[in-house]
């Protein structure tokens, strides 16, 4: 019986040889499949009998898999309006279809906020992801900023901000200085957005998300339980491009 994912056995894999793995783990993740970590030195003569015991789990994720890249590179997925709405701005979107080999994103913020995507519109993933590169364009000229505006605000330091996109961490701070954001947080309410600043620089103070870090939180914050747990549900609620832009 062939696998459900539609593929044969055992299915293509990756694998990342870890010094520090104390086994074999799988997962299974959007860019690349199943992907096996191995520790070094590993004998990888026993990866099909691995693989063997975790058949049905493997044909289900692979066959979910599937399912979710379907849904995420049909036509429809390309938006003809992203809201930044912590930056309160809302940008149109227009298409040119050309050739696979020119595609070009292009931006202007006046007289209105406009993005032209110009290529081949039927390489969703591949439209998806330059409009990804535009967040992150927008992101560096807009969230500096905020940062400066509250650290003033809060009187909490930082050294330099670093803007990145990630599916599902939206910021950090090293014990350098640096505030990490994840450049999706535009996409967010203002108020989370906010949150996820105020989150990072309150590290300056604590590192670890003890007591005393939450105190200081609430201070800056006094939502900040609340705003917390919409957080945490709105990886999920992203805009199915940025989401397609992974794939």
Same mark, same amino acid.
């Given at each position: ?12 894999? /990756?694998?990342?040889?870890?010094? &520090?793995?104390? &086994? %074999? #783990? ?10 096996? #970590? ?8 026993? *990866? ?12 289900? @994720? ?10 995420? #590179? ?10 930044? $709405?912590? +930056? ?9 279809? @050309? ?29 998806? &992801? ?8 927008? +992101? /560096?000229? %807009?969230?500096?900023?905020? %940062?400066?505006?509250?650290? $003033?605000?809060? @009187? ?20 350098? @200085?640096?505030?990490? *954001?994840?450049? +999706? ?5 203002? =108020? ?5 600043? %105020? ?21 800056? =914050?006094?939502?900040?339980?609340? *705003? ?6 709105? #990886? ?12």
């Amino acid at each position: 019986m062939a696998p459900p994912h539609g593929g044969p056995w055992p299915p293509p894999y /990756k694998i990342k040889e870890n010094a &520090r793995a104390k &086994r %074999v #783990t799988l997962r299974i993740v959007p860019e690349a499949g199943l992907v096996l #970590t191995v520790p070094r030195g590993f004998d990888r003569r026993r *990866l099909p009998r691995i693989l063997d015991r975790h058949r049905r789990w493997i044909e289900e @994720g692979l066959a979910g898999l599937d399912a979710r890249r379907s849904d995420l #590179t049909r036509a429809d997925v390309l938006p003809q309006r992203i809201d930044l $709405r912590a +930056a309160g701005t809302v940008w149109t979107v227009s298409y040119l279809d @050309g050739p696979p080999e020119s595609m070009e994103i292009s931006w202007r913020h006046r007289p209105e906020p406009r993005i032209r995507l110009y290529g081949d519109l039927s390489q969703v993933p591949v439209c998806c &992801r330059l409009l990804r590169r535009w967040l992150r364009e927008e +992101a /560096k000229r %807009v969230l500096p900023p905020w %940062v400066e505006e509250l650290s $003033r605000e809060t @009187g909490l330091s930082y050294t330099t901000v670093r803007i990145a996109t990630q599916k599902t961490r939206w910021g950090s701070y090293s014990t350098r @200085g640096t505030v990490s *954001l994840n450049a +999706a947080i535009l996409l967010l309410p203002r =108020e989370l957005a906010r949150l996820v600043i %105020v989150h990072e620089l309150c590290h300056s103070r604590h590192l670890r998300h003890d007591a005393a870090f939450w105190n200081l939180v609430a201070r800056h =914050e006094p939502d900040c339980r609340r *705003l917390d747990a919409e957080l945490n549900r709105a #990886t999920d609620r992203l805009p199915a491009w940025y989401r397609a832009s992974f794939w």
